[in-house]
C-alpha cells in the first residue's frame, strides 16, 4: 500500500505549520517533513513543537544538511525528539540548497563522500552508540550521546542523480526522489535498484518515495497559480539533462534562472508553462492528481510526499487530498 | 469574560459553520502575525481535541478573529444572521 507524506516549509508562522500538521495526522498522512534552511524557522524547533500536538504521524527534517549542520548535532537533534515522540522519528538528510548554501559561502564539496560519511555518523550517534571515524571528510574521536536512547531513527536520503540515488538505496532506510513526473521516477529507480543490489538489500526493504511538488484545487488554473513560483525555482535548478527528458528549452530554463536570481518574480514566473508544470508538479483537479499519483505508483514508489506549495489554500487543499485522493489509494 | 458570553450566544446549530468561517480567516489572514503566542497554543490545543467548533473553541477563535480581522469578523456574523452578536462585538473595545 502506498504511504503519504506531507512537507511544510517553516516560513510560514510556528502555530500555522502547527495547525496545518495537525489537519495532516487528522486526515491520514504518515509522514510530515519539515524543510530546513537557515533563513526560515528553525526545522527543530517546529518539529518539536508538533510533536507536542500530534500522536501518530511519523515526522522528521525533510532534508537537512551536513554542510551547515553538522551530523552528529543532526544526530543528537533526531535523538531528543525521538525522546519526546518515540519511534515517530525520520531522518531526512541530503546536499542541501544550492541558493541557500552560497547565501553563507558554502560549498556542497565531495558530495557523495559527506552524505556517505554523515548517514553513518546520525545512525550510530542517534543510536547511542560510540563512534569513531577516520573517513575523508569527517574525523570523530569517540563521540557519544549523555544521554540514553530507546529507538534508532530511520535515516532518508534525498537524491536526483544517478551516483547519489544508488548511494542512497545503498545506505539509507529509504530514498526521497527529488522528482515529481513518472519518467523522472522511472529513470531513477534504474540506480535505485543498482543501489540496493550492492547492499543486497530488497527493494521491499527500502522506503522510495517521490518528495513532488503537488498543488490540488478544484480549478485547474488555482493550482497552476500557486505552484508556478516553486516550478521556477525547479526548472532553473534542473541539469540540461533532465530539462531535455521533457523537451523543455534550456535556454528558457536559464531566462528564469537569471531573472529568479535578480529577483524579477515577475518576469521569472511569466516564462513558466504547462510543460514545465506537467514535469516538475503533481498540479491540477483531483482527478489529475490521483492520475500522475497512479503513475508514480506504477513506476515502484511507495510513498507520495506532497510538496510545497500543497494547493493555493493550503487547509482546503489537504481536506481535498483527504476526501478525494487518498479513497483511491488507501483502505 | 466579553467573548465568553459572546461564544455562548452562537446557536449550536451555526457551531460548525462558525468555527470552519472563523479558522479560514485566522489562517490567511494578512494580520497573523499579530496573534499571540498564548493563544495560538491554546487554539491548537482545542484544534487536536477537536474542539474548535464547541463554545470554548468559538470563543476563543472570536478572541483571535476579532485582535486580527474585526470588521471581516463583524462581517462574518452578520452574514450568519447573528444581529445581537453584531452589537456585542460593536461594543468590545478593540485592540
Known sequence: MIEFGIEFVPRDLYWKTTFYSIQAEKIGFDYLWITDHFNNRNVYVSLAIISAYTERIKFGPGVTNPYLVHPVVTAQAVATLNEIAPGRVVCGLGVGDKITLQMVNIEQT??????????QIIREISSGKPLEMQGEIFKITGAKLNFRV????????????????ALAAEIGDGVLINASHSKDVETAMKFICEGAERANKKLDDLRISAYTSFSIASDYEKAFKAVVPVVAYIVSGSPEMILERHEISVELARKIGESLVHGQWKEAFSHVNNDMVEAFS???????CVE?????????VNQIVAGSPIGPNMR?????IATEVFPHFKE | MAMEKIARKIPASLWNEASEKLVDMVLNSSNASKMPSDLAKTILYYWQRDQLATEVGLQRLLEASMLLEPEKTISLMEELGLLEIVAMLKETPRQ
Open chain 1, 282 to 288: 503533481i498540479c491540477g483537479t483531483p482527478e489529475t
Open chain 1, 316 to 320: 482546503k487543499s489537504i481536506n481535498m
Open chain 1, 110 to 119: 565531495k558530495p557523495l563522500a559527506t552524505i556517505k560519511e554523515s548517514v
Open chain 1, 292 to 300: 500522475k499519483i497512479a503513475k508514480l505508483a506504477k513506476v515502484g
Open chain 1, 150 to 165: 530507546a529507538n534508532t531513527v530511520p535515516v532518508y536520503v534525498g537524491a536526483q542523480g544517478p551516483k547519489m540515488l
